[in-house]
């Protein structure tokens, strides 16, 4: 299996969940770099996408060219590591500045910067 890329969106298992984490199978945007993404330990850094517009400062607008039907919004606040193993069908790919943007408020996040 080729690693997944930077920006890339795909559908993703993210089931078992717990309490009030996303979980299902939904679309993610995966976040970690290219160098990380190849190691033999196969797991990606994703953050979960979701078709509910909550205000919420974290919540990055994603665009239909990332393959989803509508404008999505990428969870920064629910950053996690998952396993290449959970990852579905790619349905495209986030632009530049949507990855750039989502991973400037997961670091913010992590901070407390915000």
């Known amino acids: 299996m080729t690693p997944p890329l930077p920006g890339e969106v795909a559908v993703a298992g993210l089931d078992p969940d717990v309490r009030n984490k996303q979980g299902g199978v939904r679309p993610v945007l995966v976040i970690s770099g290219r160098l990380y993404n190849q190691l033999r330990i196969h797991h990606v850094i994703v953050v979960p996408v ?37 990852l579905g069908k790619t349905l495209g790919h986030a632009a530049a500045g949507t990855t750039r943007t989502v991973r400037e408020h997961v670091i913010a996040f992590l901070t407390g910067q915000r």
């Open 50 to 86: 979701t078709r509910t517009q909550r205000g919420l400062p974290f919540h990055v607008p994603v665009g239909p060219e990332a393959g989803l039907r509508e404008t999505s919004y990428a969870m920064a606040d629910s950053v996690r590591a998952i396993s290449t193993r959970r």
